[in-house]
């Protein structure tokens, strides 16, 4: 398994933005064309649930329905080990540990729907959104 790094967490009120990145290791994925890149949240006393997801050969995204219109995944680099989440109009309902994920795969599809399908994860980093 490769350890990613998340960053960028933090404290905003309602309304306000966030940006996550997400790091693996140089050279982790090089040997694959493509890989899932996802970000995962988990709330309080709740099950951990999918936010996004970006194939990386083709950008090809993916979105929960809550978050649509408001989060944008991107991928950072050419060589799919970096991959960022903008947030805006962030509410509180946002507010959760998020963890970054990734799979090398050959051929989508890449959602965010199933955790089993990632077997790369980060430690996580805290956004807290206050009304």
């Known amino acids: 398994q490769v350890q990613l790094a998340e960053s960028g967490g933090g404290s905003v009120q309602a309304g306000g933005s966030l940006r996550l990145s997400c790091a693996a290791p140089r050279d982790t994925y090089s040997a694959y064309n493509s890989v899932c890149m996802g970000w995962f949240r988990q709330a309080p006393g709740k099950q951990r649930e999918g936010v996004a997801a970006?194939?990386?050969?083709?950008?090809?995204?993916?979105y929960r329905e809550s978050v649509k219109g408001r989060f944008t995944i991107s991928q950072g680099n050419a060589e799919n080990t970096v991959v960022y989440l903008q947030m805006n109009s962030l509410k509180p309902e946002d507010t959760a540990m998020y963890y970054c994920?990734?799979?090398?795969?050959?051929?989508?599809?890449?959602?965010?729907?199933?955790?089993?399908?990632?077997?790369?994860w980060g430690q996580g980093t805290q956004v807290t959104v206050s009304s």
């Open positions: 994920a990734a799979d090398p795969r050959t051929n989508p599809p890449c959602t965010a729907q199933f955790e089993v399908d990632f077997g790369d």
């Open positions: 970006i194939y990386t050969a083709t950008g090809g995204t993916y």
